[in-house]
């Protein structure tokens, strides 16, 4: 993260509507100043902005005031050439002169007022809507020279603050000999990649990229695993573990050294020899409660019984077998030298430093997400977008596809001042083996801790699984603890309901009485009654990154969204709240695509 140049902060009204917008700067002498502009002067706002050289940050200014900047600028008639990154969510960047405008939340991914210890201010007591507003609803151009001052007080305020957080903040990571860049995975790689003296990735030979063995091992890379195993419990036990990544990081051996890329006979004979790597094999996984190996179907991952295919790391791939799969056949296999534990004193280095400012600290909580990004980092897409403002010079693609990946600028966003182009980017962070290999781990020791725990029938005792979390009926005894990649007793939970995979409510007992706990990934609201009764859920935010309406980035929509009662990838077993896995048949039935389902008829016939 270069030193800050300026941070700068909008404040609007109805979401869209510019009120006013704050600066604060070192001025003459190094004096820190800060300017504030309202709606009269915004095009004197913008062009003050773009005279700024260097790095100007605003706080999630990705998802809000970096889509106000570019409206802006092509309203004002701003002509420098400005070349933006975007995921489809938000903006990373963009670039516009000599200024380049970041969000600091890309780095430090957490709430403003958490970020600033509090510092932040607050117009609560503006507020007349009486809706619990947080004050915002007095935010309008119509306001009282005073209510305005206020406003303006308050916008000043967030600058402020943000400027000196981000001092905070540079001078732990300087204490901890963390790099900071633009974001928070691209600060871990730096990081370890200079303390450790790593290589860059090995898909990168001079000019030469190797896209296609690149995307034969990413295939071992899945995500976490959430499931239900019963929909109803009426009481139990929570159980997270203690950093889950950042314990895989520092024990598991990763492969390094140089690849090999084995077919057929010699790619099973590399299994026998068990050399670390990643294995495209023919699995038969019998009828059990929990299978452990992930499989994609269509557009999600299963966990099904039966036989398929698949890619998996060595060591899932072994676990597996370890718990009754049988490995019929391997077809392909990617294969290292060897393979070392790599970041053990890094991550124990973090750890204690995150314990001694305190789990719960600002700090506490930036570390453990520093060294959580790391796997991400590893599997990072190589697909890129980057959409190009006003460009001096437009360079036509030359595959005249929107789909093409030769570089080349094509019409964004319905007008004729916006381009995108695509292309294939290997990073030098792009290890995709050790990102499969670190989550490989963690879903196995999550896969132990389900097991380790039965009910009066032999059967596993749990209720709920995320990555890091386990919910059973019956206490746990397996690698319980306060220590990295322990899990931690978080006591008992009452009436646990889950509507679907990462949708859920309990209540948490406790001495002032039970607390209700509500987990609703996607939804804004916290209204159980009106999740559970599938009711329609609206909401408002502002457009995709990636997505402009009728070429304005800076648009309010409207969106809703409601949570149908299913339990992913497993079957109900009757009229009871008990699951089962699909089988993988069943599984293609409901996930899969005409082409998957084709593909295992053939792969049946020929006796796959």
Known sequence: MAKEAACWDIETEDWTTFVCGAIHERGVMGKKETTVYDWRHEEDYVKHLLSIEGPLYSFNGGRFDMKWLLDAMHKYGVLEPRRVMAKPSAIISIKAGKAEFLDACLTFPMKLKEFTNGEKGNLRSLCQCGQDCGGFCAIRRDASSATLGTIKDYNALDCESLWDGIEHFQTVAAGLDIDLCSTIGASAWRTVKRRLSLPNSPYILGKSKRFALWGLVRAAYYGGRDEIFKTESASGFQYDVNSMYPAAIAKTPLPIGSVSLWQGVEAMAAWHRREPGVYYASVQVPRMQIPPLPCRVGWRTAYPTGKFSGCWTEPE??????????????????????????????????????????????????????????????????????????????????????????????????????????????????????????????????????????????????????????????????????????????????????????????????????????????????????????????????????????????????????????????VLIGDGPETRPMSYDEALGFFGTEKEREANAVSRSDGV
């Open 317 to 570: 791939l072994r676990y597996a077998e370890s718990v009754g799969v049988t490995v019929t056949s391997i077809q392909t296999a990617i294969t290292w030298e060897e393979e070392r534990v790599l970041f053990t004193d890094w991550v124990n280095e973090m750890y204690a430093a995150r314990m001694k400012f305190g789990k719960a600290s600002r700090e506490g909580k930036w570390l453990k997400l520093v060294m959580n990004s790391l796997t991400g980092k590893f599997g990072t897409n190589c697909d890129s977008q980057v959409i190009h403002i006003d460009p001096r010079e437009v360079e036509p693609c030359a595959c005249g596809s929107d789909e093409c990946e030769c570089g080349g600028m094509t019409p964004f966003g319905g007008t004729d001042w916006m381009f995108q182009s695509r292309q294939k980017v290997l990073y030098q962070c792009s290890r995709p083996e050790w990102a499969a290999y670190l989550t490989a781990v963690s879903r196995v020791e999550l896969h132990k801790q389900l097991l380790a725990g039965k009910d009066a029938w032999g059967q596993s005792d749990a209720v709920y699984c995320a990555t890091d979390s386990c919910f059973s009926e019956g206490k746990r005894e397996r690698n319980i603890g306060a220590g990295l990649g322990q899990w931690l007793d978080e006591g008992p939970y009452e009436a646990f309901e889950a509507m679907a995979p990462k949708v859920y409510h309990y209540w948490k007992p406790g001495d002032a009485g039970p607390k209700e706990k509500v987990r609703c990934k996607g939804i804004p609201t916290r209204d159980w009654g009106k999740i559970a009764r599938g009711e329609r859920i609206e909401f408002e935010s502002m457009t995709g990154a990636r997505s402009p309406v009728n070429g304005k980035f800076f648009v309010r929509v409207k969106s809703h969204r409601r949570v149908t009662r299913n339990t992913g990838s497993r």
